[in-house]
């Protein structure tokens, strides 16, 4: 342990600090004492610009990126042109919105994405499949929603699908103009492709890098880790990220010294799918942090006796990151309105033909 024969290291005291005149390396001749020797001993630079930090980042406070104001600011934008469109073609964008089955949660996510079409101006098609459907069928009605032309996308949850169920065959008969939800193979694979641009990208990623552009953060050249590896959220926003020109790296679960390498990031995008894994140690000064974790952590001092936390650990981070996203009202506000933004871009393609 060295005590420093100073109360207090403070930033103008940093300035009167005189430097050993040797190359590539500065040492401060700031003195201090080692409770195991009489020696006295010369605190490197780095300790002493630690020290200073941290006297001000108790005041920090990061900016808060703001989901809800973001998406109804982008879904008014989109309304706007829905309006447009209705008033120059006579036409409006359509969205299928199926699901499979009567899971309360799948039922409750589709419920709120029809509502978000209302208020749009988008047409929503309602397809409700009981959980007895056979595979067959349900292609057919993929064909049928194909085929119609007033749907220009369409949304299949597919959290509720029986067993009897392929989800991939089923995902690949989408006609891909029409898959707004962006995980058709050929828009997967030109995601991932320099130089090739799909058609849509994933809903949540596209959402956590609108989040960036809003914000003023800008990705170009900066190095961002992303934490999660899934084909929903980790891979497809580490292939956006690189369109965008950033250096990338994806922590996961076999990754070593994880904390190391998200502690060299200017962007975290955190969708581990662990609750509060992210501590603000391990958060660059200045990061932003994209939380898109939503893990529900038990809480008696509320009704539903749970509350709501993201993979970062807002509480710590947000006294050292520059922006951060609260969970909830964070990225998930995204996911529903970068839904309707791709509906519509897919309705253009078509009705402005």
Known sequence: MIQIRAAKVTYNRFQSIKYNKKPKFAVAGLRCLSTHSSAPTLITVA??????????MSDH??????????????????AAEVRRLSQTYGKVPGLAVVIVGKRKDSQSYVNMKRKACSEVGIKSFDLDLPEEVSESELISKVHELNANPDVHGWYFSTASLPKQINEEKILSEISLE?????????????????????????CTPKGCLELLSRSGVSVKGKNAVVVGRSNIVGLPVSLLLLKE???????????????????????????????MMIKGSWIKPGAAVIDVGTNAVDDPSKKSGYRLVGDVDFQEASKVAGWITPVPGGVGPMTVTMLLKNTLDGAKRVIEQ
């Open 47 to 56: 300790s002493v610009l630690v020290l200073c930090s941290l006297e001000t």
């Open 245 to 275: 020109d950033a250096t990338v790296t994806i922590v996961h679960s076999r990754t070593k010294e994880p904390e190391s390498i998200v502690r060299n990031a200017d962007i975290v995008i955190a969708a581990a799918g662990q609750a």
């Open 178 to 202: 029409k898959d707004v939800d962006g995980f058709h193979p050929l828009n997967i694979g030109k995601l991932a492709m320099k130089g090739r641009d799909p058609l849509f990208a994933p």
């Open 61 to 78: 406070k990061a900016t808060l990126i703001d989901g809800k104001a973001i998406a109804q600011t982008i879904r008014s934008e989109i």
